[in-house]
């Protein structure tokens, strides 16, 4: 995979409001992450959320149609409490497993970096 699909992730990242953030971190001790793995290509890691935690999720972050959660931007997954270096990105969802994200890490962080950097830039207050 040499690019995210943009169809499964938000078109603008939504954060956690702070009602929502307090209700998540009852989950946070309980989030697993496994060891990390790798290819010729880029690192793997997969992130264990508890199951009950996904009715705390806000309903924004999941696929209707699936009924899986979405691709999530860097700035929503750290709000559920999955906390990793910089540069992981969420790559996709184990289907019959819900609860289970995949992450990696590598060339695709340039192309996530730039999107989110363009993001950030226009959201900037604009000074007069």
């Known amino acids: 995979m040499d690019s995210l699909d943009d169809n499964r992730m938000n078109r603008v990242p939504r954060d956690v409001t702070e009602r929502e953030r307090q209700r998540l971190e009852e989950f946070s001790e309980s989030i697993h992450y496994s060891a990390k793995y790798n290819d010729d290509e880029f690192e793997y890691r997969h992130v264990q959320l508890p199951k009950p935690m996904l009715k705390a999720i806000p309903k924004e972050y999941f696929d209707p149609s699936k009924g899986t959660l979405k691709l999530l931007h860097d700035q929503e997954w750290r709000g559920l409490g999955i906390i990793q270096s910089p540069g992981w990105i969420h790559y996709e969802v184990h289907e019959p497993e819900p609860h289970i994200l ?27």
């Open 102 to 128: 995949l992450f990696k890490y590598g060339n695709i962080h340039d192309l996530e970096y730039k999107r989110l950097r363009a993001y950030n830039y226009d959201r900037r207050p604009r000074t007069a």
